[in-house]
């Protein structure tokens, strides 16, 4: 636009392929960015810069990382046959944040997709093999979405295992704690009744 500087425009275009933010959610946030050059732009710049440096994959599980090997793989207390598999990075950090589990990670980089092209060749699947040998893994529990690409991952990762001679276990589906059946869908009552336990 001939009232904004090229510049900007790159910059705007840039923030809208973040994901939650469209061109106009992208507008308001370089707005404000430049508004406050000295204290937010300027050392967001600076911080983007140094992390697009430091910062690349644990080369064990695929986690990001400043080192060789990020800090749960080279924490020895997690290192307790335990082994949980999850899409990506996000997947990862969501469980961490919920502090349930004690071992170490596997990041596939995605999910199996004949849709978009993704075979098992195009994920970590092959390095996980690898590992349950080399890491005396005796459980691989299976954090996958949901999702049929991620329930397929499922199943084709356990076979692959099957004569691994590990322990496999996915985490439970249902209804989450404090969900009211009447908002839940069709896929998640029935995921629930499948998979309910004694009392």
């Known amino acids: 636009m001939a009232d904004r500087p090229h510049e900007i425009d790159a910059l705007i275009d840039l923030m809208a392929r973040l994901p ?15 508004k406050k050059r000295a204290v937010l ?14 910062v690349h994959d644990c080369a064990v599980c695929g986690n990001i990382t400043t080192a060789d090997t990020c800090e749960i793989c080279a924490d020895p207390a997690r290192s307790n046959g335990e082994i949980c598999v999850v899409e990506d990075v996000a997947d990862l950090w969501a469980m ?13 980089g995605g999910t199996l997709s004949a849709l978009d092209s993704v075979g098992p060749e195009d994920l970590r699947i ?5 590992r349950i040998g ?22 084709y990762i356990a076979e ?3 004569e691994a ?3 496999l276990s996915s985490l439970a589906q249902g209804v989450p704690i404090g969900g009211e ?4 869908d069709d896929g998640t009552i029935s995921a629930a009744l499948k998979a309910r336990r004694g009392l």
């Open 20 to 34: 939650g933010l469209g061109p106009r959610s992208a507008r308001r946030a370089v707005l404000h960015l430049v």
């Open 41 to 54: 732009l300027l050392p967001l710049a600076e911080t983007m810069r140094k992390v697009g440096e430091a």
């Open 96 to 108: 961490e944040r919920g502090g349930a589990f004690g071992g170490r990670y596997h990041v596939l």
């Open 126 to 130: 092959p390095d996980l093999v690898e």
């Open 134 to 155: 080399r890491e005396g893994i005796t459980e691989v529990i299976l954090a996958l979405n949901a999702t049929v690409d991620g329930q397929t991952t499922a199943h």
């Open 160 to 162: 692959e295992l099957a």
């Open 165 to 167: 001679g590990v322990r």
């Open 181 to 184: 059946l009447d908002y839940l």
